[in-house]
């Protein structure tokens, strides 16, 4: 009787140790996810908008068919 709650309780346990390590990995993914926006949104914020000079260009080309 004590050995099947002591392999209960081992069973449990390894169960709760291998959820708690799935969590730490996805804590750590979204840390790092979190690191490399910090990094790179200043630098986006910085640049003078390169993206939206892409769109006035797209936006100005002729249609297919047509010649500028």
């Known amino acids: ?13 390894t169960g709760q140790a291998q959820h708690l ?11 790092d996810r979190v690191s490399v ?3 790179v949104v200043p630098q986006l914020l910085a640049e003078p908008e390169p ?3 892409g769109f006035r260009r ?9 010649v500028a």
Do not use: C, F, Y
């Not at 390590?21 to 840390?31: F, I, N, S, Y």
């Not at 797209?58 to 047509?66: M, V």
């Open 1 to 13: 009787m004590v050995v099947t709650v002591i392999t209960s309780r081992d069973a449990e346990l």
């Open 21 to 31: 390590t799935k969590q730490l990995t996805d804590v750590q993914h979204e840390l």
């Open 37 to 39: 926006a910090e990094q």
């Open 51 to 53: 993206a939206e000079a």
């Open 58 to 66: 797209a936006a100005q080309s002729p249609e297919p068919g047509q």
